[in-house]
């Protein structure tokens, strides 16, 4: 019972969040944003009054040392942890102020995810990694088919469906963790160091697949990543500091 007390605690928190409105063109935006961790006696602030706007279909980086409030951030806009203070809309949507059922929803609907060790559950063939999201969507049989099959293709994929993820090169699993990020037509892709765990070329090449979702889909990408080479391949670059953005770069 105290536990579920203190989730309902932090969502009380932002006592101001009625006051922001976000941009009818923002696919996220944060106002005010702050994090802040007990540690025994000491308190750590992760996110210091961090503000921020991706527009629809942008392709944005966010860059910064450990520490600085990079995987925060994501958390934070991908409705996995509440803030402190201030407030996170995801398409107009304040997700910070949703219960438990309706982040999960939202994270199964509308916020596809790519992680640096790709997370793709290993007695399931690519084609199976890749229809899974569409399962808990309980979308119909022929449909979960129909995108799984599409979805791979894009990624260049299609004959590798069959093969387990034990099968198949770093590169390609983190394609079918691609896949399955759009495989319930997410507004908004979230990828953590997704080219953290591959070389040199192959990174270029996963980023390479982002940059023509993000141009042929119209799809939003935010993209963390410690790697200056990747994070300059995006349309705008921000980097992190101390829990705040600190620089702003147009590339």
């Keep these: 019972m105290k536990l579920k007390k203190k989730k309902i ?3 009380k928190v932002n ?3 009625g006051k922001y409105t976000p941009d009818s063109d923002s696919m996220i935006q944060v106002f005010n944003l702050s994090k802040v961790y007990q540690m025994g006696e000491f308190e750590v602030r992760a996110l ?3 503000n921020m706007k991706i527009s629809k279909g942008e392709f944005v980086s966010v860059m910064g040392p450990s520490g600085s409030g990079k995987t925060t951030l994501l958390n934070m806009i991908g409705a996995l942890d509440n803030p402190s203070n201030g407030a996170v809309f995801v398409n107009r949507i304040n997700v910070a102020h949703m219960d438990d059922e309706q982040q ?7 916020i596809g995810f790519i992680f640096q060790f790709y997370n793709l559950v290993p007695v399931l063939t690519a084609y199976e990694n ?20 599409k979805f791979l293709e894009l990624v260049g994929l299609e004959r590798q469906m069959d093969h387990l993820p034990a099968e198949l090169s770093g590169g390609e699993q983190q394609r079918v963790a691609i896949a399955r990020s759009l495989a319930n037509g997410p507004s908004l892709v979230i990828a953590d160091e997704p080219t953290g765990e591959l070389d040199t070329k192959m990174g270029r090449e996963i980023v390479n697949i982002l940059q023509d979702l993000n141009k ?5 990408i935010l993209m963390v990543t410690h790697d200056p080479a990747i994070g300059k391949l995006a349309e705008r670059l921000l980097r992190m500091r101390d829990g705040k953005i600190v620089d702003e770069i147009k590339l």
């Design 9 to 11: 605690e932090d969502r």
């Design 15 to 17: 006592k101001d969040e």
């Design 48 to 50: 210091d009054g961090v």
């Design 104 to 110: 999960t929803n939202l994270r199964l609907r509308s």
């Design 130 to 149: 890749v229809e899974l999201p569409m399962v808990f969507a309980e979308e119909p049989e022929e449909n979960r088919r129909k995108k799984a099959i």
């Design 216 to 220: 042929e889909l119209n799809q939003t």
